[in-house]
C-alpha cells in the first residue's frame, strides 16, 4: 500500500538542537576510522571533502587511514561484480583492513554502503567482511546494522517499510520498478522479511531487532543502546529514518554501545556515511567550483543507466537543441564485428562534435539486453563487454572536453577507474542534491577535472537537464 508524503509531516519531531548536542559529544569522544566500501560510486552522494580509491591496496587502504578525514572510501563497484568475483574482492579487502590497522594500530568500522532500492549483493558483501575478519582478527561481530534511509533520493524506513517516493507518493520498494532487477530483484518491502527473502532463511523477520521512529523521536538513547546491547550472533538490526535528525539520534546510541564493547557491520545508503563521517552541509557546486579553466571544448555526457527515471531524465535533456546526441546501438554486442564498428563511429562522432565546441550526450540504446529466462549471468556478462566499450569511448578521447557528466553508478564506475584511471580523487560536494562530483587526480587522463556521478535513480526528470545548464553557463 502506497503513502502519501503527507505522513512524512505527521511523525512527532525531536527538538534539533538536543539531537545536534548528544550528537556531537558521542562523536567527539568516538575516534574508530570509517571504512566505507561503495559498491558504485554514487554512494559519496551526501559528502565532501573525503579521499575516494578506486583499488584496496595496501598503499591505497593504509594512505586512508592516515588522513586526517575520520573517513575515507573504496569503489568496489562489485554491484557489476559476478557473486564469485564479489566474494574474492570483499574478502581481500578484508584481509587488507585487518592488516593495515593492526600495522597502524587503528580502530575501524566498516560500512557497506549499496543501493538505496535495495538492490546489490546481500548478505554476501557483509556475510564475507565478517567471515574474513573474525577469522583473521580477534574481532568477533555481533550484529549488522541495515539503513537504507536516504533522504536526497526520496527512500524512507517508515514501520518498517522501505519506501520509495514518487512525486507526492511513498511506494513500498517491492513494488517498484528496482525490485523487478534481473540480477538482484526482491519481493519484499518490509525490511524483515527482506532480510529473510534475501538470506534464505538464515535470518528471520522474528529474530531481526528494530529500532523505531518512535522511540528515534522521544530520544529514548538509552533505550536504544540496550537494544543495540542485546544483540548477538550477526542478528539484523533495521533502522526507520525520515530525516537526518533520526540518524544523528541512532549514531549517538550506536557509539554508546560501540563503545560499551559491541562490534557491528553495516549495510547502508549514502545518509548513514554522512552522519558517521560527521560531514557537514554545504551549499551546491556552482559553474564556477566546477570550471577551473575555459575550454573551446564541449561538455560531454555518458548515459548508461536504463531505470526509467534516467530515460526520462534524457528524454528532458532532448529538448535541450544545442546538445548533439548520439546513440550508441549496444544490442550489436551479439555481433563482434558489428559492434566494434558501432564503437569506431560512436568516438569519431563525439571527437568531431567537441572539438567543434559541441557539448554531446552519448546514450545507450534504451531497450535492455534481454536473453531470456535463467540467463541472467550470460546477461551480466555481455553487459560487462558493453560497460567496456563505453568505457572505451573514454580511454581512447584525444581531447579533454569542458566536463563529464556520468549516468548510472556502474556506468560512473567504469569511466572513473578505467576511462580516465582516476586512483585517488576527492569528492568535491553535489552539483544537485544526490548527485556528487569527484575532482579527478593528477595520475588521471585528464587530471582535475570535475566529473559528475550521476545516479541512474535520482532527482526528477528535469534535474539532468538542470545540471547541464549548469555547467553550461
Same mark, same amino acid.
Given at each position: 500500500?502506497?503513502?502519501?508524503?503527507?505522513?512524512?509531516?505527521?511523525?512527532?519531531?525531536?527538538?534539533?538542537?538536543?539531537?545536534?548536542?548528544?550528537?556531537?559529544?558521542?562523536?567527539?569522544?568516538?575516534?574508530?576510522?570509517?571504512?566505507?566500501?561503495?559498491?558504485?560510486?554514487?554512494?559519496?552522494?551526501?559528502?565532501?571533502?573525503?579521499?575516494?580509491?578506486?583499488?584496496?591496496?595496501?598503499?591505497?587502504?593504509?594512505?586512508?587511514?592516515?588522513?586526517?578525514?575520520?573517513?575515507?572510501?573504496?569503489?568496489?563497484?562489485?554491484?557489476?561484480?559476478?557473486?564469485?568475483?564479489?566474494?574474492?574482492?570483499?574478502?581481500?579487502?578484508?584481509?587488507?583492513?585487518?592488516?593495515?590497522?593492526?600495522?597502524?594500530?587503528?580502530?575501524?568500522?566498516?560500512?557497506?554502503?549499496?543501493?538505496?532500492?535495495?538492490?546489490?549483493?546481500?548478505?554476501?558483501?557483509?556475510?564475507?567482511?565478517?567471515?574474513?575478519?573474525?577469522?583473521?582478527?580477534?574481532?568477533?561481530?555481533?550484529?549488522?546494522?541495515?539503513?537504507?534511509?536516504?533522504?536526497?533520493?526520496?527512500?524512507?524506513?517508515?514501520?518498517?517499510?522501505?519506501?520509495?517516493?514518487?512525486?507526492?507518493?511513498?511506494?513500498?520498494?517491492?513494488?517498484?520498478?528496482?525490485?523487478?532487477?534481473?540480477?538482484?530483484?526482491?519481493?519484499?518491502?518490509?525490511?524483515?522479511?527482506?532480510?529473510?527473502?534475501?538470506? &534464505?532463511?538464515?535470518?528471520?523477520?522474528?529474530?531481526?531487532?528494530?529500532?523505531?521512529?518512535?522511540?528515534?523521536?522521544?530520544?529514548?538513547?538509552?533505550?536504544?543502546?540496550?537494544?543495540?546491547?542485546?544483540?548477538?550472533?550477526?542478528?539484523?538490526?533495521?533502522?526507520?529514518?525520515?530525516?537526518?535528525?533520526?540518524?544523528?539520534?541512532?549514531?549517538?546510541?550506536?557509539?554508546?554501545?560501540?563503545?560499551?564493547?559491541?562490534?557491528?557491520?553495516?549495510?547502508?545508503a549514502a545518509a548513514l556515511t554522512k552522519v558517521l563521517g560527521g560531514i557537514h552541509d554545504q551549499a551546491l557546486l556552482t559553474r564556477n567550483d566546477l570550471i577551473q579553466e575555459e575550454s573551446q571544448h564541449g561538455g560531454l555526457i555518458m548515459i548508461g543507466s536504463h531505470v526509467k527515471k534516467t530515460t526520462e531524465q534524457l528524454r528532458a535533456l532532448q529538448q535541450n537543441e544545442e546538445m548533439a546526441f548520439i546513440e550508441f546501438n549496444t544490442h550489436l554486442v551479439l555481433d563482434p564485428e558489428a559492434f566494434q564498428e558501432e564503437i569506431d563511429r560512436v568516438i569519431q562522432q563525439t571527437e568531431t562534435l567537441l572539438t567543434s565546441g559541441q557539448?554531446?550526450?552519448?546514450?545507450?540504446?534504451?531497450?535492455?539486453?534481454?536473453?531470456?529466462?535463467?540467463?541472467?549471468?550470460?546477461?551480466?556478462?555481455?553487459?560487462?563487454?558493453?560497460?567496456?566499450?563505453?568505457?572505451?569511448?573514454?580511454?581512447?578521447?584525444?581531447?579533454?572536453?569542458?566536463?563529464?557528466?556520468?549516468?548510472?553508478?556502474?556506468?560512473?564506475?567504469?569511466?572513473?577507474?578505467?576511462?580516465?584511471?582516476?586512483?585517488?580523487?576527492?569528492?568535491?560536494?553535489?552539483?544537485?542534491? &544526490?548527485?556528487?562530483?569527484?575532482?579527478?587526480?593528477?595520475?588521471?587522463?585528464?587530471?582535475?577535472?570535475?566529473?559528475?556521478?550521476?545516479?541512474?535513480?535520482? &532527482?526528477?526528470?528535469?534535474?539532468?537537464?538542470?545540471?547541464?545548464?549548469?555547467?553550461? &553557463?
Amino acid at each position: 500500500m502506497k503513502q502519501s508524503t503527507d505522513i512524512l509531516n505527521t511523525i512527532p519531531k525531536a527538538d534539533s538542537k538536543s539531537v545536534q548536542s548528544a550528537y556531537e559529544q558521542a562523536l567527539n569522544n568516538f575516534h574508530h576510522k570509517v571504512i566505507v566500501l561503495d559498491d558504485d560510486p554514487t554512494g559519496i552522494q551526501t559528502v565532501h571533502g573525503v579521499s575516494v580509491f578506486t583499488d584496496w591496496s595496501e598503499e591505497s587502504m593504509e594512505a586512508g587511514f592516515l588522513e586526517d578525514s575520520r573517513m575515507f572510501f573504496i569503489l568496489t563497484n562489485s554491484r557489476s561484480l559476478t557473486e564469485k568475483e564479489t566474494a574474492s574482492a570483499h574478502e581481500t579487502i578484508a584481509s587488507t583492513i585487518v592488516k593495515v590497522a593492526e600495522r597502524l594500530d587503528q580502530d575501524f568500522i566498516i560500512v557497506s554502503r549499496g543501493d538505496s532500492t535495495l538492490r546489490g549483493h546481500f548478505p554476501l558483501e557483509t556475510d564475507v567482511l565478517r567471515t574474513t575478519i573474525e577469522q583473521q582478527s580477534a574481532r568477533q561481530f555481533d550484529g549488522e546494522i541495515l539503513l537504507p534511509f536516504f533522504k536526497e533520493g526520496g527512500r524512507f524506513t517508515i514501520n518498517n517499510i522501505h519506501y520509495v517516493q514518487e512525486g507526492q507518493d511513498l511506494i513500498p520498494a517491492g513494488d517498484t520498478e528496482f525490485a523487478l532487477d534481473r540480477t538482484f530483484g526482491f519481493q519484499s518491502s518490509h525490511l524483515g522479511e527482506w532480510i529473510e527473502e534475501k538470506s &534464505g532463511g538464515l535470518f528471520t523477520k522474528e529474530n531481526t531487532t528494530y529500532i523505531s521512529l518512535e522511540d528515534i523521536r522521544s530520544l529514548r538513547i538509552d533505550q536504544i543502546k540496550d537494544q543495540l546491547m542485546n544483540v548477538k550472533d550477526f542478528q539484523k538490526v533495521v533502522v526507520n529514518a525520515v530525516d537526518y535528525d533520526d540518524v544523528k539520534v541512532f549514531v549517538t546510541a550506536l557509539i554508546g554501545a560501540i563503545q560499551a564493547g559491541q562490534q557491528f557491520i553495516f549495510r547502508s545508503a549514502a545518509a548513514l556515511t554522512k552522519v558517521l563521517g560527521g560531514i557537514h552541509d554545504q551549499a551546491l557546486l556552482t559553474r564556477n567550483d566546477l570550471i577551473q579553466e575555459e575550454s573551446q571544448h564541449g561538455g560531454l555526457i555518458m548515459i548508461g543507466s536504463h531505470v526509467k527515471k534516467t530515460t526520462e531524465q534524457l528524454r528532458a535533456l532532448q529538448q535541450n537543441e544545442e546538445m548533439a546526441f548520439i546513440e550508441f546501438n549496444t544490442h550489436l554486442v551479439l555481433d563482434p564485428e558489428a559492434f566494434q564498428e558501432e564503437i569506431d563511429r560512436v568516438i569519431q562522432q563525439t571527437e568531431t562534435l567537441l572539438t567543434s565546441g559541441q557539448s554531446v550526450a552519448v546514450y545507450t540504446r534504451r531497450e535492455r539486453l534481454d536473453l531470456g529466462d535463467d540467463r541472467q549471468e550470460e546477461e551480466l556478462k555481455l553487459s560487462v563487454q558493453i560497460s567496456n566499450a563505453v568505457t572505451s569511448i573514454i580511454q581512447r578521447l584525444t581531447i579533454r572536453p569542458k566536463y563529464l557528466i556520468a549516468k548510472g553508478g556502474i556506468t560512473s564506475s567504469d569511466i572513473g577507474t578505467r576511462g580516465l584511471s582516476v586512483k585517488r580523487a576527492t569528492v568535491a560536494g553535489q552539483i544537485k542534491p &544526490g548527485i556528487p562530483v569527484w575532482q579527478t587526480g593528477d595520475e588521471s587522463k585528464f587530471p582535475f577535472i570535475s566529473y559528475v556521478i550521476f545516479p541512474g535513480n535520482v &532527482g526528477s526528470k528535469d534535474t539532468l537537464k538542470e545540471a547541464v545548464e549548469i555547467l553550461e &553557463g
